[in-house]
């Protein structure tokens, strides 16, 4: 009878929370309808009578990033799903294109080559992107009758300075489409079809029509989740370690000798757990470890030690050959430094030593050996995982965010109550101490 009176009692509850829910899910699918429908009003008055009747209202998708609606995706009517119109709002209003796809094709290494079409609203403006292996290679943008050429190159190196990673005046342009297999579809650069907007830099739209899949397809818009996701790319160190031995060769186990070593984590976003800024000097962030051995006779050994690709890695193409790099020219805003016995501490340089050397996005980064070397210690940092559709690995931006807000004390106790210290900031401002000592 108890049990019987427990279901009757539970009843009510689960009534309330299934209204609850479809309460939330009424209001996210008003406001994206309250946005279409003013989406659709501003097309209504830039389009001719005969573009509007061009568009399949019932064929739409509202762009969604961080929980927010920043667009709307219409398509043609009767048209592959390769031909829509596609908006976005920013504080100035309403803009956008018509885009055609259709001239993109897809070859048998999986890329993408061919043409994309872009007309303004206005017609104003036309932009013909020539497409190589996924890659936009020239742009022909003609604008009342004058035609510009722009040649896109992609350097095959690059120089950085010690400071931003970027050689300065220059940008690694994003990839058109990130080819995605399987039954996904692939992901398509917001940056190329809103006219080299920066502030889109690395934003990707899944169901930008690059393949033959059906997008949209009745309205999308009753799908809360977010379909734009930013790619974040990993780029090589600005003074590579050519030998990892030789850099930690000079370490030894000494009675006499004091041993820490620290956590760096420069997050892309200082206190958040964004996995990429566009406008940060480190945009996808870094992780790297400093090694410090303190000798009696007051000399010092230390080394700034990073796991990078040596070329670079990015979503649809997440593996190559790694680096070590020298980081004591690396900033940070979150650091953990944690005191060590010297045989700790050699263990920690033997677990560098034999890492594998292939950077793996998703599996093995920067901060995956970081998180590999501590563990060899019995260290266990936290492993949060980034969310985003595009990177589901672990990054700075996770690790660095777990730090600044766990609890040292239970940390401590839970990992050989080694002596831990915490260093938070809330800009990339700090400076790990530099490379020092031989042998």
Same mark, same amino acid.
């Given at each position: 009878?108890?049990?019987?009176?427990?279901?009757?009692?539970?009843?009510?509850?689960?009534?309330?929370?299934?209204?609850?829910?479809?309460?939330?899910?009424?209001?996210?699918?008003?406001?994206?309808?309250?946005?279409?429908?003013?989406?659709?009003?501003?097309?209504?008055?830039?389009?001719?009578?005969?573009?509007?009747?061009?568009?399949?209202?019932?064929?739409?998708?509202?762009?969604?990033?961080?929980?927010?609606?920043?667009?709307?995706?219409?398509?043609?009517?009767?048209?592959?799903?390769?031909?829509?119109?596609?908006?976005?709002?920013?504080?100035?209003?309403?803009?956008?294109?018509?885009?055609?796809?259709?001239?993109?094709?897809?070859?048998?290494?999986?890329?993408?080559?061919?043409?994309?079409?872009?007309?303004?609203?206005?017609?104003?403006?036309?932009?013909?992107?020539?497409?190589?292996?996924?890659?936009?290679?020239?742009?022909?943008?003609?604008?009342?009758?004058?035609?510009?050429?722009?040649?896109?190159?992609?350097?095959?190196?690059?120089?950085?300075?010690?400071?931003?990673?970027?050689?300065?005046?220059?940008?690694?342009?994003?990839?058109?489409?990130?080819?995605?297999?399987?039954?996904?579809?692939?992901?398509?650069?917001?940056?190329?079809?809103?006219?080299?907007?920066?502030?889109?830099?690395?934003?990707?739209?899944?169901?930008?029509?690059?393949?033959?899949?059906?997008?949209?397809?009745?309205?999308?818009?009753?799908?809360?989740?977010?379909?734009?996701?930013?790619?974040?790319?990993?780029?090589?160190?600005?003074?590579?370690?050519?030998?990892?031995?030789?850099?930690?060769?000079?370490?030894?186990? #000494?009675?006499?000798?004091?041993?820490?070593? =620290?956590? &760096?984590? @420069?997050? /892309? $976003?200082?206190?958040?757990?964004?996995?990429?800024?566009?406008?940060?000097?480190?945009?996808?962030?870094?992780?790297?470890?400093?090694?410090?051995?303190?000798?009696?006779?007051?000399?010092?050994?230390?080394?700034?030690?990073?796991?990078?690709?040596?070329?670079?890695?990015?979503?649809?193409?997440?593996?190559?050959?790694?680096?070590?790099?020298?980081?004591?020219?690396?900033?940070?805003?979150?650091?953990?430094?944690?005191?060590?016995?010297?045989?700790?501490?050699?263990?920690?340089?033997?677990?560098?030593?034999?890492?594998?050397?292939?950077?793996?996005?998703?599996?093995?980064?920067?901060? #995956?050996?970081?998180?590999?070397?501590?563990? =060899?210690? &019995?260290? @266990?940092? /936290? $492993?949060?995982?980034?969310?985003?559709?595009?990177?589901?690995?672990?990054?700075?931006?996770?690790?660095?965010?777990?730090?600044?807000?766990?609890?040292?004390?239970?940390?401590?106790?839970?990992?050989?109550?080694?002596?831990?210290?915490?260093?938070?900031?809330?800009?990339?401002?700090?400076?790990?101490?530099?490379?020092?000592?031989?042998?």
């Amino acid at each position: 009878m108890k049990k019987s009176l427990f279901y009757v009692a539970c009843i009510p509850f689960l009534i309330f929370s299934a209204c609850k829910k479809q309460n939330i899910d009424y209001l996210h699918n008003q406001a994206q309808n309250s946005y279409f429908d003013s989406a659709v009003q501003y097309l209504k008055t830039q389009l001719t009578s005969q573009d509007f009747s061009k568009l399949n209202l019932e064929n739409k998708e509202v762009l969604r990033y961080r929980g927010e609606s920043i667009g709307i995706q219409i398509f043609e009517k009767n048209e592959s799903p390769k031909k829509y119109i596609i908006l976005k709002k920013d504080n100035t209003g309403y803009s956008g294109n018509w885009i055609d796809m259709s001239s993109l094709k897809l070859s048998k290494d999986s890329s993408y080559n061919g043409t994309v079409n872009i007309k303004s609203i206005s017609e104003e403006t036309q932009v013909i992107l020539g497409v190589k292996n996924n890659k936009v290679i020239q742009v022909i943008k003609t604008s009342n009758t004058l035609v510009q050429t722009q040649v896109v190159n992609y350097p095959t190196y690059k120089r950085y300075n010690v400071y931003s990673r970027e050689k300065e005046g220059t940008i690694e342009l994003p990839d058109i489409v990130i080819y995605w297999g399987g039954k996904d579809q692939d992901y398509v650069s917001l940056y190329w079809l809103f006219n080299q907007d920066k502030k889109l830099e690395k934003c990707y739209y899944q169901g930008g029509g690059s393949s033959e899949a059906t997008y949209g397809g009745g309205g999308g818009t009753g799908n809360n989740e977010d379909n734009v996701s930013i790619a974040p790319e990993f780029i090589p160190p600005a003074d590579p370690i050519t030998d990892i031995k030789k850099e930690v060769k000079c370490f030894t186990n #000494n009675v006499s000798s004091t041993y820490s070593i =620290s956590v &760096n984590i @420069n997050e /892309p $976003s200082p206190g958040t757990r964004d996995v990429f800024s566009a406008f940060s000097n480190f945009r996808a962030g870094h992780t790297f470890l400093t090694l410090e051995q303190h000798n009696s006779d007051g000399t010092s050994i230390i080394r700034n030690i990073g796991f990078y690709p040596k070329y670079a890695a990015k979503p649809g193409d997440p593996l190559d050959v790694a680096v070590f790099g020298e980081d004591s020219n690396t900033p940070f805003d979150v650091s953990l430094k944690i005191s060590v016995s010297g045989s700790d501490f050699i263990t920690v340089t033997r677990n560098l030593e034999n890492q594998t050397m292939v950077y793996d996005l998703n599996n093995f980064n920067c901060t #995956n050996s970081a998180i590999s070397a501590l563990k =060899s210690i &019995n260290v @266990n940092l /936290p $492993s949060t995982k980034s969310a985003s559709a595009l990177f589901s690995g672990n990054n700075p931006g996770d690790l660095g965010e777990d730090i600044r807000n766990m609890d040292l004390n239970n940390f401590s106790a839970s990992n050989g109550n080694r002596k831990m210290t915490r260093t938070v900031s809330s800009s990339n401002n700090q400076a790990a101490p530099k490379r020092n000592g031989g042998c």
